[in-house]
């Protein structure tokens, strides 16, 4: 018993020291691209290829940047952009879940409006911009619109392959035991389509974003801050250390959100057996 003991200690030790590890390996790596970045950035700084007013230093940019973290007019940008984010995301999950769990499941429904899914998913949300400025207005509406036009596809097409993963044989079970079609997507469907479904939702935040930053430069809506105000701002201004330090927020936070769905995902992953946790 002690013996046994001993020996799962040292194994949750050993665990224990290879996360940490991995963890200090993951962000050394992202250290040194970092450093390699600002090196380069500097080095076509100290070229003269541009001038300081185009192209300006990273220091100046930091500056810049240092500036805005203490100044409430950022927060509220930001606190505008992720409210929009949060609910055209949200839309987006829910009428892509509900559509992908109905096509997953109906081959008439499929093989009519799969394509249809799939060529929504490809198309540039840019270009639903003047249809939404004409149907909705320049308001929030249109914003929204977008960015669910953008990102349910991904999330339904996440459902729909989740569920042509699933063994026939368990559902054929699942049947047998008496699961009618809501008992059946709930108990059966979707925990087993999760892995993938996460990997949609992965994608269809990343189209969300996207979809968002571009609305935000398209539709101004008076009298609110936004991130994509701030960068308009900048660019009427002329001030390039603003417009990359606004930058550097957007792609932190699509970074900080998609390490997020990240983690959710190998947990997910590890759950079900997909992937060995002693090599994570």
Excluded at 37 to 62: D, E, F, H, I, N
Excluded at 85 to 100: C, D, E, K, P
Excluded at 168 to 194: D, E, H, N
Aim: with cysteine.
């Amino acid at each position: 018993m002690v013996g046994s003991g001993v020996a799962e200690l040292a194994g949750s030790a050993r665990h224990t020291a290879g996360r940490l590890q991995s963890v200090l390996a993951s962000l050394w790596a992202k250290a040194l691209a970092l450093l390699v970045v600002l090196g380069a950035w500097q080095l076509v700084c100290l070229s003269g290829w541009k001038s300081s007013v185009v192209l300006p230093s990273p220091a100046a940019v930091g500056a810049t940047l240092w500036q805005q973290l203490h100044d409430a007019v950022l927060w509220q940008a930001v606190s505008t952009t992720m409210m929009r984010a949060v609910i055209g995301f949200g839309l987006s999950l829910l009428i892509g879940t509900v559509i992908g769990s109905v096509l997953s499941r109906n081959k008439l429904l499929r093989n009519t409006f799969g394509p249809l899914i799939t060529g929504l998913q490809t198309m540039p949300a840019i270009a639903w911009f003047p249809f939404a400025i004409i149907f909705f207005g320049l308001n929030t509406s249109a914003i929204l619109f977008v960015i669910v036009i953008g990102a349910a596809p991904s999330v339904a097409l996440g459902v729909i392959s989740g569920a042509d993963h699933i063994p026939p044989l368990q559902l054929r079970a699942s049947k047998t035991m008496g699961l009618k079609r809501f008992a059946l997507y709930r108990y059966v469907i979707l925990p087993a389509s999760l892995p993938t479904f996460v990997s949609g939702l992965r994608q269809g935040w990343a189209f969300a974003w996207r979809s968002l930053m571009a609305g935000e430069l398209v539709v101004m809506v008076a009298g609110t801050a936004s991130i994509g105000v701030l960068l308009e701002n900048a660019q009427n201004m002329s001030d390039m250390p603003l417009a990359i330090a606004v930058m550097i927020v957007v792609l932190v936070i699509g970074i900080i959100v998609d390490s997020v769905f990240g983690v959710a995902d190998r947990q997910i992953r590890r759950y079900w057996g997909l992937v060995d946790g002693d090599r994570e």
